[in-house]
């Protein structure tokens, strides 16, 4: 059980290491608007190369701000980055332009934090020489600075000698645009992959299907209580969602596939006041016993794992999320109460594996969500308590409680914590 909390912690602490990111199309002063744009898909793939940042492809920055209506045309404010940012689903964007003076190249970037609506760093990078020096060696350098590695490219510049008479200074151009474009092409950007990592917290109560609770132990006790009824308890539970991948980009409706909810739950149930038939071994009835909630008190500490599918229904500003599942459930449960220490003294431990069946629905308002789940889970896998000691027939007792079903009502708060 330590080493699977330990393992939960872990996995709740951990981050994904590579950021979603967007890139703005450079604004140009001194070059051209073409050389702008061939300059901007260079950045983008500089950017994965670092292997630090998942990049949005500039077609599908287009379809998603269409299907919003935004104009991109003419967004060079940070309050236009950030919303675009928001609209496109990622946690930064790079904005900035590039400029000549003389011969000299300054590319200018800012790196805009979305959801504070914050600038993160400026990084500038001077590239003395024509534009080929900017292509090969300033964007891979500015790219790196963003990225927070070193940035160490230089580049020297081979003059392009034309022909005495029968090459014209087009035909170098030409040329030399042919050798650069293969390698801009290799460099594009790749799609995003539009998923959440969710960090959910919910309480609530449970309700529990008792059906008997036996003793065996030789020469003395072989007794089954039967017909036990169980108080509604309380529910406190913790989970993350690993991964929900989703078909569509943010800000349109789409199925989901999560891939593992890992979640730590606490439970509690007492009995009811009423009186419990005694049975014995061969069926017969042989006493009443009269139960009060401290009869048998079920304590008990719930792992568990689902996989769901589910359907993000966008209804701005808020999005709604319907979604079922199937899971595995461990309980280690401790069984303690009047019933059982008048024999053996102590408590009775648990370990009950089960099968559960989520069903629920979230809100989503930006990064928090409000939601509800009803789990049902199954009797079908159980096993017996090991047998105890008893210290006063110095014998071994076994102590076993077989059930039904369980359910749970929660209500949920949430947050997205990464994607």
């Not at 404010?77 to 689903?89: H, P, R, T």
């Not at 209580?225 to 943010?250: A, C, Q, T």
Request: charged share 20%.
């Amino acid at each position: 059980m330590i080493k699977s909390l330990i393992f939960l912690l872990a996995v709740m602490s951990s981050v994904f290491s590579q950021e979603n990111i967007a890139v703005l199309d450079l604004d140009a002063d001194g070059v051209t608007a073409s050389e702008a744009k061939t300059l901007t898909n260079k950045l983008r793939g500089e950017l994965i190369n670092t292997g630090q940042f998942t990049v949005i492809e500039r077609g599908e920055m287009d379809n998603i701000l269409k299907e919003q209506g935004f104009q991109s045309t003419g967004c060079t404010s940070q309050e236009c980055a950030v919303e675009m940012g928001q609209l496109l689903g990622v946690e930064k964007m790079i904005a900035g332009g590039i400029g000549k003076v003389g011969n000299i190249y300054l590319i200018s970037l800012r790196i805009i934090d979305v959801r504070k609506g914050t600038i993160l760093k400026n990084v500038d990078e001077e590239v003395e020489g024509d534009i080929a020096a900017v292509l090969r060696t300033g964007l891979y350098n500015s790219a790196r600075k963003i990225a927070g590695l070193n940035a160490d490219k230089s580049y020297n510049a081979t003059p392009v000698v034309p022909e005495p008479s029968i090459t014209p200074p087009q035909a170098a151009i030409t040329r030399r645009t042919v050798e650069t474009a293969p390698h801009i092409e290799a460099a594009q950007p790749k799609r995003i992959e539009n998923s959440r990592r969710l960090l959910t917290f919910d309480v609530g109560s449970n309700s529990y299907v008792g059906k008997k609770f036996s003793w065996n132990e030789e020469a003395r006790f072989n007794d089954t209580y039967s017909d036990i009824e169980w108080k509604s308890g309380i529910h406190l539970g913790i989970r993350v969602s690993m991964k929900n991948i989703y078909f569509k980009p943010e800000g349109q409706s789409s199925f989901m596939i999560g891939c593992g909810d890992l979640g730590l739950s606490y439970e509690r149930n007492t009995t009811t006041e009423q009186i419990l038939s005694v049975y014995d071994s061969n069926g017969a009835l042989t006493d009443f016993y009269p139960a009060t909630d401290s009869t048998l008190i079920y304590n008990r500490v719930t792992l568990y794992d689902n996989i769901t599918v589910a359907y993000r229904i966008v209804a701005k500003p808020v999005e709604i999320e319907p979604y079922a599942g199937v899971g595995l459930t461990v309980d280690f449960g401790v069984l303690s109460g009047e019933l059982i220490e008048t024999k053996i003294e102590s408590s009775l431990l648990k370990l009950v594996p089960r099968l559960s069946i989520p069903l629920g629905l979230r809100f989503y308002m930006g990064k928090v969500f409000l939601g509800f789940e009803y789990a049902f889970t199954t009797g079908v896998l159980r096993t017996a308590t090991d047998p105890e000691w008893n210290s006063l027939t110095k014998t071994y007792i076994n102590g076993d409680l077989s059930f039904e079903e369980a359910s749970v009502w929660a209500f949920q708060l949430g947050f997205i914590v990464g994607n």
